[in-house]
């Protein structure tokens, strides 16, 4: 199993959850985040110069996937949050140890 954490711009959630929801996905928490890349929240790098880094708002979304998921999604979620330009976002696929479902007390992938 698999946590899949991906940063998006928040004007492609709508896309990056049809993405998603057309996959054999359990379930999705949304996150309203701050963050910076490697431009540090400025369109272009100064050389040298210091300045001040700027936080941007993206959208972080987490699923949780069993292994054989994996690929799909990080192939849907590139296609649905991709413009080509920087701060496109990432995504970290992060291993899970074990999962449990409150209600019945499942475990592991069934749990998922
Ligand atoms: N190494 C990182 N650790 C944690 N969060 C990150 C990291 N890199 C990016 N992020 C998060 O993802 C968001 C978008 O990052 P971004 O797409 O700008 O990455 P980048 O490496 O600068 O790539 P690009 O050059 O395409 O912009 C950031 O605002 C931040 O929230
Ligand atoms: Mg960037």
New binding site residues.
């Given amino acids: 199993m698999k946590k899949i954490e991906i940063?998006i711009r928040p004007f492609k959630l709508d896309d990056v959850k049809m993405a998603l929801t057309g996959l054999d996905i359990k379930g999705m928490t949304v996150t309203e985040?701050?963050?910076?890349?490697?431009?540090r929240?400025h369109k272009e790098v100064y050389r040298g110069a210091e300045y001040q880094v700027d936080?941007?708002p993206?959208v972080?979304v987490e699923v949780v996937v069993d292994d054989p998921l994996v690929k799909q999604v990080i192939d849907a979620v590139s296609n649905a949050a991709r413009t080509g330009?920087?701060?496109?976002?990432?995504i970290?696929i992060i291993p899970v140890e074990d999962v449990v479902r409150i209600r019945t007390g499942e475990t592991g992938q069934e749990a998922i």
């Fill in positions: 940063i985040v701050k963050g910076f890349g490697r431009q929240g936080f941007m993206k972080k330009k920087v701060g496109d976002g990432k970290f």
